[in-house]
Structure formats: C-alpha cells, structure tokens
C-alpha cells in the first residue's frame, strides 16, 4: 500500500541520538548558562556554556585531568574525581563573575547519589549557584571522600586487589587509605 503522507525527516543531532531539543528548548528558555557535564570512560569533561545566535559560547571548560595539577594521582572517573572537577569548576566560574547556571546532564538519567549528583555537590561547594532538589540526592560525604573505595579494597582478597580495575592504585604506590585525606588537600588547592 502506497503511502500518501510524506515522510517526516527529524534533526541530525536527534537522528543520531545526540540532542533532546524539547530539554534544550526548557534550558534556553530559562536565560541562563547552561552547566555541560559528560562522562566518558576516561575522565569527566564539564562545561559552562551560554547560548549565542551564532552558536553556543564557552564560557569555562575543564576536565578531570586537570586535577593532577592539584596533586590529584587516582582515577579521573571515579566518584571522588567528579567531586573534585564540581568545585574546580565552579571556582573557575566564580573567577569568570558567572552566578548562577543550570545543570545540562545530556541524554543520560541521572542516577539518585550517583557521580552527577556529586559532581553538583562539587559546583556548589565551589561557589556556583545551581537550582536543584531535596539534598538526600547527594551521596554522603564519605562518598565524596573514597571512603567506600578504601572499605572495599581493605575487605577484599589480595587477588582482587591486584585486579586491573585497581592496577591505578597500586602502581602510583598509593596508600589506598589516604584517598579520603587527598581529596580534601586537593579541594583545600582549589579553593585556596
């Protein structure tokens, strides 16, 4: 059967999976910048980005490798590290004179106490103000600090933590129960 209606063909960016325009519509409604974040499988890439005709400006960009200038040797992935790049990233913004942004998480779900949520925690420990929920979304500030990386690798068996997954650990000769206390060294770099 023939068909009499002509076929209707959606944005590139929304073909290929890469742009939800009902969700920007909302955030460039809004008349603010927008708080960009992205996780990759190797570090967490955030962005503060203003909407201009000509196309979107960036205003402060980062990543989570920059945090080795702060003495930072873990993952650039982890919970700890998304902690981390919130507040370098929102002291930068601060630095900028940017107030007040609005959390773009992209196509992903944002999960409850999960990296986004820290990184948020992050932001605003770092001086941005950033409209959000109830604070039982944040995970606990042991979290913050790799606590729950340090209980893990002291429970389990030598095999295990000579596993890739903390190969990181064990070749920058770490102390694995020092992640909490470099955390707040790093911070204390950031803010000071």
Excluded: C
Aim: no cysteine; net charge positive; proline share 4%.
């Amino acid at each position: 059967m023939k068909r009499n209606k002509p076929q209707t063909v959606f944005y590139r960016r929304k073909r290929e999976g890469r742009t939800n325009y009902v969700k920007r519509l909302h955030f460039l409604l809004a008349r603010k910048p927008r708080l960009v974040v992205r996780f990759t499988n190797t570090k967490i890439i955030a962005q503060v980005v203003s909407f201009e005709t000509s196309g979107d400006r960036i205003l402060v960009g980062i990543d989570s490798t920059q945090l080795q200038k702060y003495d930072w040797s873990y993952s650039s992935k982890n919970l700890p590290a998304a902690y981390l790049t919130g507040v370098l990233i929102g002291k930068k913004g601060v630095e900028k004179g940017i107030k007040e942004v609005i959390l773009d998480a992209g196509l992903i779900t944002p999960l409850h106490k999960g990296k986004i949520y820290a990184f948020l925690r992050g932001v605003l420990d770092g001086g941005l103000n950033v409209a959000h929920g109830e604070e039982k979304i944040f995970p606990s500030p042991s979290r913050f600090k790799g606590e729950h990386i340090a209980s893990y690798l002291a429970s389990s068996p030598e095999k295990e933590r000579t596993s890739p997954q903390f190969a990181q650990y064990l070749k920058k000769s770490n102390k694995r129960e020092e992640i909490g206390v470099l955390v707040d060294k790093v911070k204390g770099k950031i803010l000071h």
